[in-house]
């Protein structure tokens, strides 16, 4: 990594003076400005903040940084940023928050953090989903939270979707369905494949043939949440389903699955059981009858990434974690 002394080498000037450059100080030309804005640029020099806090404060403390792609901006995932900021405070370390606002900002956002040579850095998204890590973060103390990448090296802390539907499968088998109605997420979505896996696996251990299931993937985009609409209209006529149980590949699905539904005078559960999954933040609790769903450990993947760079844990790749089932009413 290029120091103070290799800027002032490649601008021709002294260290003082780089110094004042990135401290924005006054007194110096821009002609001088320039040159060294320059160098810095060009060696991709990244100011040591933390150096001055260890000379202004004495001992330094541990410092975990979160870089925070979707996550901060949304309000699904934000309780993983929480755990984060619990578990760190709980083991006497400090955590500071950086946003990605998008790909082409994740430079900028990067050079930023490097700038306070945090201990460790954790890399979370809202939405389980494949990231590639910017360059600048190769070989650097980086947890994945949320999310997984190539790199086999990198420990990732993500949801079991996979046992956790499967476990909501068991639960709806045993109380009686028979005649599954399926609306997943987008195929491309990486919770997706698990998901529908998980339902297939304990459909057929039940010795239940997948004849008697309906199954469809959501298109990918926001917008088309309400294609459910259009769909349940052929499965509903009369105020009757042909269809016991829809299995929601997300809360946001089943939200409009419970709109639909009620508003052809079809009740739920009495006609039509319906099953969620992620337990929405502010969302899941405003069901009405309550929704049956399954919980993201967002709290926990928060914490185990936390713990992970505190504890300096040496284990590496994908660490899946529990998804468990939350028994309402409306299945």
């Not at 002394?5 to 030309?29: C, F, P, W, Y």
């Not at 979707?161 to 599954?180: E, S, V």
């Not at 349940?232 to 709109?259: K, M, P, S, W």
């Not at 844990?313 to 660490?319: A, F, I, K, M, S």
């Amino acid at each position: 990594m290029a120091s103070l002394k290799d800027v002032a080498n490649m601008a021709g000037v002294s260290l003082m003076t780089v110094s004042r450059v990135i401290n924005h100080a006054e007194h110096v030309s821009p002609t001088t400005r320039e040159r060294v804005q320059k160098a810095i640029e060009a060696l991709n020099y990244v100011p040591d903040y933390s150096a001055r806090k260890i000379r202004s404060q004495g001992a330094k403390t541990s410092t975990i940084a979160i870089l925070a792609l979707d996550t901060a901006t949304t309000p699904f995932s934000v309780e993983m940023l929480l755990a984060i900021e619990q578990t760190a405070r709980e083991r006497s370390w400090n955590s500071f928050l950086i946003n990605i606002l998008s790909s082409e900002d994740a430079e900028r956002a990067v050079r930023h953090l490097l700038a306070q040579r945090p201990d460790g850095i954790i890399f979370t998204t809202m939405g389980l989903r494949h990231v590639i890590l910017p360059e600048a973060l190769a070989g650097k103390q980086v947890v994945l939270a949320n999310c997984v990448t190539d790199d086999e090296t990198l420990p990732c802390y993500i949801p079991d979707d996979f046992a956790g539907q499967y476990q909501a499968t068991q639960h709806l088998i045993a109380k009686g369905y028979r005649r599954p109605l399926c609306f997943w997420l987008p195929e491309m979505a990486l919770a997706s494949k698990p998901r529908r896996a998980g339902f297939i696996q304990a459909w057929q251990e039940a010795g239940l043939s997948l004849d008697e299931v309906q199954q469809y993937h959501m298109a990918m985009g926001d917008e088309h949440y309400t294609d459910l609409v259009t769909l349940l209209d052929r499965h509903c006529t009369e105020g009757a389903a042909d269809f016991d149980v829809l299995v929601c590949g997300n809360d946001r699905i089943a939200f409009v699955a419970y709109q639909t539904l009620l508003a052809r005078g079809i009740s739920i559960p009495q006609q039509v059981a319906v099953l969620g999954y992620d337990n929405l933040v502010g969302v899941g609790e405003l069901f009405l009858p309550p929704l049956t769903t399954v919980q993201l450990p967002h709290h926990e993947i928060g914490r185990q990434a936390a713990l992970h760079l505190i504890e300096g844990r040496t284990h590496v790749g994908v660490q899946q974690l529990a998804c468990p089932l939350l028994k309402r009413v409306s299945l």
